[in-house]
């Protein structure tokens, strides 16, 4: 019929594009909600949203990075992790070198090796 043939015209000559086959956006966002549930079920109460963010990408994105990079960046934590505890322990040192060297100037006792400064 010349209606329903009008009609089919009318939507073919839309200005705006078609988009009946992209997913919404609540879709996308609960999918990747249960794929959240089904890699961590419990513990995400503790969790940083940046965190969470994070598991995320990676999950989404494992083709973008393997096991090796992941025994690089345990390898590098736990590098920076030594350095900061040596560095905290150097500090301590130095503040009790400094105390010590005070009490030995309050006693008149004279310092064979003067204190580093840190």
Request: net charge negative.
């Amino acid at each position: 019929s010349a209606e329903s043939a009008e009609k089919e015209k009318e939507k073919t000559e839309s200005d705006y594009v078609n988009t009946d086959h992209l997913l919404s956006s609540a879709s996308i966002v609960e999918c990747l909600w249960s794929k959240f549930d089904a890699l961590v079920p419990q513990r995400r109460e503790g969790m940083s949203p940046l965190l969470v963010e994070a598991l995320l990408f990676l999950k989404e994105n494992s083709d973008l990075w393997s096991i090796k990079d992941v025994r690089e960046a345990l390898r590098r934590v736990k590098e920076n992790e030594k350095m900061k505890r040596a560095e905290e322990k150097l500090q301590e040192l130095h503040a009790q070198e400094a105390t010590i060297a005070a009490e030995a100037n309050v006693l008149g006792i004279q310092q064979v090796h003067p204190p580093v400064n840190a």
